[in-house]
């Protein structure tokens, strides 16, 4: 934790750094906030004329002249009247003045540089000697945008060399393995112009997501949840109701049908809570798992989309769970145990997790909110997993339990979550008959283990580097001729293996045995079955896999190999 925080003071640092090399090259630049991120900084600038990439170089040469004058930097609080007049040119300072509380704010200077800032800074600028500038991109002042339109640069900084040559390396490794890049060279899924926000899945992508609902089906099967399917455009008195309308209308989309206002989902809830309503239940019934792969709209600022990992529509394992008070938990040690063998059997096997608590602008009152975090703490004990707590950063109608992955490039993403709920069955005024025949209200737990289906896809691939594990793959052997005379064994072992439901395909190029291998390692084949005159005398079969290893087996034996993977 010591060092997480060393580097973000050196990262907010570098952010001034920056500011302070822009405002002696563009000297008409506004500046606007800069803070410290986890992989790096980025600085919000309103320039006279928009930077370009060709820019970046000159003032990351100037942050190292900077760097080299080795000012010191310095903070200390001034009074807000003092604030005004050194900040009177700048809208965007002055208006942060005004909202900052108390009657003094803090500067920090560095030279003949000075910013509005709340302090924790190395000692002086020649500490800041590794960084890197690496894109700009747009923004909007308080990211509202109905907002003044913003330049941002980002950047990274560490402490040593070796520690920003790695980050520079794995940054490679991110463009070379970006799900964009990999699903067009594999023919999974792309975007198109007419559909901004929207994927489009090829056969194989859409393989992808078939076997990622199939697995999802079995998990599900094995504690006896039910799924459904329920509309995707619903009236929106049924949002208001809920809630989302008041909270989420901004990314919501509407229409009208026969004069009367409807609303695209942005989620599944509600759907499910009107097939819980549809007739009456008893106590025996709970609890009842109602799962559902439903499809959600939510509008996203054209800058902020990005692949499948930010997108306007996506898919939802959801999964929304009734119950009585006393069944909770239980249901959420399973859920939790379940998310654990999800994520390993996908190669996730650095999982941390979080306990999200009640945010500024939550549904309820504060005593309903601290029992439902009290359940989720109990759980998480039960489970006997170690957690952190998130303040604040619950969903507006209950707490939340997160789980993050690290992947093999050493990010980290948040995936599966747990949230529990106490208000929508209020809201929606939902029931069940107790023990002694009386009325009570059921609890509501929200899971999703992949959370988003697309997102999940896009992370497996970047995790995998494009190799997607053999069970996953959409085509998971590809059979090679050496020659055209092995033609009719080949198609005889395609047919046998299909049959077992091995997903499988013959090159049926007429490209040497070299360039069949070359072609099925650009296309990330697990397997390549290799045949020639030895394979059809012997009855046999000489198996290829990603990392050059050979055996020879029998058709059987590979039968069973795949027995075993699926």
Not at 77 to 86: L, N, T, V, W, Y
Not at 419 to 440: M, T, V, W
Request: aromatic share 10%.
């Amino acid at each position: 934790m010591e060092s997480e925080k060393d580097l973000k003071i050196l990262r907010h640092s570098a952010a001034h750094l920056l500011a302070h090399a822009v405002i002696e090259l563009f000297p008409k630049t506004k500046l606007t906030i800069g803070p410290a991120t986890e992989e790096g900084f980025f600085y919000d600038f309103l320039p006279e004329k928009n930077f370009k990439e060709e820019d970046l170089p000159k003032i990351e040469a100037k942050m190292h002249e900077i760097s080299q004058r080795n000012l010191k930097i310095e903070h200390k609080e001034i009074s807000k009247d003092e604030a005004r007049k050194i900040f009177k040119d700048n809208p965007f300072k002055m208006e942060l003045i005004h909202e900052i509380p108390g009657e003094t704010v803090g500067l920090s200077t560095q030279g003949n540089f000075y910013d509005l800032c709340r302090g924790g800074h190395v000692k002086y600028t020649n500490d800041i000697k590794y960084f890197k500038l690496f894109s700009i991109s747009g923004a909007y002042w308080k990211a509202n945008k109905e907002g003044t339109p913003l330049q941002r640069i980002n950047g990274t900084a560490f402490y040593s060399e070796k520690e920003l040559i790695d980050y520079e390396k794995r940054k490679e490794d991110l463009l070379r393995y970006d799900h964009r890049k990999v699903g067009k060279e594999l023919d999974l899924f792309s975007f198109h112009d007419e559909g901004p926000g929207f994927p489009f899945f090829h056969p194989k992508g859409k393989v992808v997501l078939n076997l990622l609902i199939e697995y999802m089906r079995k998990l599900q099967q094995e504690l006896r949840y039910k799924e459904i399917s329920t509309p995707i455009i619903l009236s929106d008195e049924l949002w208001r109701q809920s809630g989302h309308y008041k909270h989420y209308k901004e990314n919501m989309y509407f229409t009208k049908i026969d004069n009367k206002k409807y609303a695209i989902r942005p989620m599944n809830c509600p759907g499910s809570i009107l097939i819980y309503k549809n007739k009456p239940k008893s106590y025996k019934e709970l609890p009842l798992r109602l799962s559902e792969f439903g499809l959600v709209h939510r509008h996203e600022l054209s800058g902020v989309l990005h692949g499948l990992l930010r997108v306007r529509s996506f898919t939802i394992d959801d999964a929304h769970i009734y119950c009585t008070i006393n069944q909770v938990e239980n249901e959420i040690f399973n859920i939790i145990k379940y998310i654990n063998i999800a994520l390993n059997r996908f190669g996730f096997d650095k999982i941390s997790i979080k306990l999200s608590t009640r945010p500024q602008k939550a549904m309820g009152s504060i005593k309903i909110w601290n029992q439902a975090i009290d359940l989720l703490k109990k759980s998480l004990d039960k489970s006997n997993i170690k957690y952190d707590i998130a303040e604040g950063e619950g969903a507006f109608y209950g707490p939340k339990i997160e789980f993050k992955v690290q992947d093999s490039m050493g990010r980290v993403w948040q995936l599966s979550t747990i949230q529990i709920d106490f208000f929508l069955p209020k809201n929606f005024e939902l029931s069940y008959i107790n023990s002694k025949g009386e009325k009570e209200t059921p609890i509501i737990i929200h899971q999703a283990i992949y959370g988003s289906l697309e997102r999940f896809f896009a992370i497996l691939l970047e995790h995998h580097k494009g190799n997607l594990p053999i069970f996953i793959a959409p085509v998971q052997v590809k059979i090679l001729t050496i020659t055209d005379d092995q033609k009719e064994y080949a198609i005889k072992t395609f047919n046998e293996l299909k049959s077992n439901q091995i997903r499988i395909e013959i090159d049926e190029t007429s490209d040497p045995i070299s360039g069949k291998i070359k072609n099925a390692l650009n296309e990330k084949i697990p397997l390549m079955i290799i045949i020639g005159k030895k394979e059809v005398e012997n009855n046999n079969l000489t198996i290829r896999y990603l990392d050059g290893k050979q055996e020879t087996l029998t058709i059987e034996n590979v039968i069973k190999k795949f027995q075993n993977i699926n």
